[in-house]
C-alpha cells in the first residue's frame, strides 16, 4: 500500500453468515483516477479556450445590433475582431481534429516510403509569405539527395510546418529561423540510420523548466502572448503523437534570450 496511490477496497465476508472472517481486496485504481482527471480537464480546457471566443462574439453581434447600428467605422473595426475570433475558433477545432486522429493511430504505423527531405522543402515554401510579412527569413539547409523514412506525408508536413510556424511566431526577433537537416548512419535512440531535423530559432527563448510540459495539451509558457499571436496550445502535443506514431524521438532545447531548438529524429527507411 502507497500513501500517494488510490486503492478500491472490497471487503467480502467468508464462511455461512461471515462467521469464518472476511476477505479484503485493495486494487491500485490510481491510473484509472489519473487518466479521469487528464480527461476532465482536457473537456475543461477546451470548453474554456471555446467559450472566450464564442463570448467575444456574442457581446460583438450585441454591440452591432445596438449602439453601433449606424456607425460604418465601428461596424468594420467589430466585423475583423469578429473575423479573427471565429478564426481562433476554427483553428483550435482544426487541431482538436488532427489530434484526436493522430491519437487514435499512434499504434498504427505509416505504411509509405516517403522522402522527408521533399516534404520538409515544400513545408517550408508553404510558409514564406507568413515568414516574411513577420521580418523573417528562413534559411534551409538540407542534403539534396532524397531522404527516405517510413511515413504519413500530410503528417510530417504537419510537424515541420508546427514548428517553423512556432520559430516565426516566437522567434520574430532573432529575424532568422533555419531549418537543418542532417543524417547519421547509427542513430543511438533507435539503433539504425536516422535523419534529425532542427527547427532553430534565435528569439526569445524560455526557461528549460517549461520543457517536459511544452508538449501538454494547452500547456503554454506565457497564455496570454500565446493566445495573442493567434496560437491553439496544440501544436507541441500534435508534433508528439506524430513524432511517436513514426517511432521518432522529439527533443527541445531554450536559452531565454537566445533561442530555442525544437529537434525530431526519425529512423531512416
Ligand atoms: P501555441 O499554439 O500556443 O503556439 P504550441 O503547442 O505550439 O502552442 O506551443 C506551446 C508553447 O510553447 C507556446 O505557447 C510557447 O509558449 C512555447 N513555444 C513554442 N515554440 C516556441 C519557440 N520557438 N520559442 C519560444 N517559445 C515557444
Known sequence: ISRDATYEVIASPLGTRGSEGVVVAFSDISEREQMGQIR????????????????????????????????AAARERFLEI????????????????????????????PESRVDLGAIVRAAVQALRPVAQEAGVEIALNIPSEPVFVQGDSDQLTQVIQNLVENGIKYGAS???????????????????????????????GF?????????????????????????TGLGLAIVKHIVNRHRGRFRIDSTPGEGSIFSIMLPRA
Request: hydrophobic letters at 35%; a neutral charge; aromatic letters at 4%.
Open 174 to 204: 532573432g529575424g532568422e529561423v533555419r531549418v537543418m537537416m542532417t543524417l547519421s548512419d547509427r542513430e543511438l535512440a533507435f539503433r539504425g540510420p536516422g535523419v534529425r531535423v532542427d527547427v532553430i530559432d534565435r528569439g526569445e
Open 82 to 109: 469578429m473575423e479573427r475570433e471565429a478564426m481562433r475558433m476554427n483553428r483550435l477545432v482544426s487541431d482538436l481534429l488532427s489530434l484526436s486522429r493522430v491519437e487514435a493511430e499512434e499504434r498504427m504505423r
Open 40 to 71: 476532465r480537464d482536457f473537456v475543461a480546457n477546451v470548453s474554456h479556450e471555446l467559450k472566450t471566443p464564442l463570448t467575444a462574439l456574442l457581446g460583438f453581434i450585441e454591440t452591432l445590433r445596438g449602439p453601433a447600428r449606424n456607425d
Open 207 to 231: 526557461d528549460p523548466v517549461h520543457i517536459p510540459r511544452l508538449t501538454e495539451r494547452f500547456y503554454r509558457v506565457d497564455n496570454h502572448r500565446s493566445r495573442e499571436m493567434g496560437g
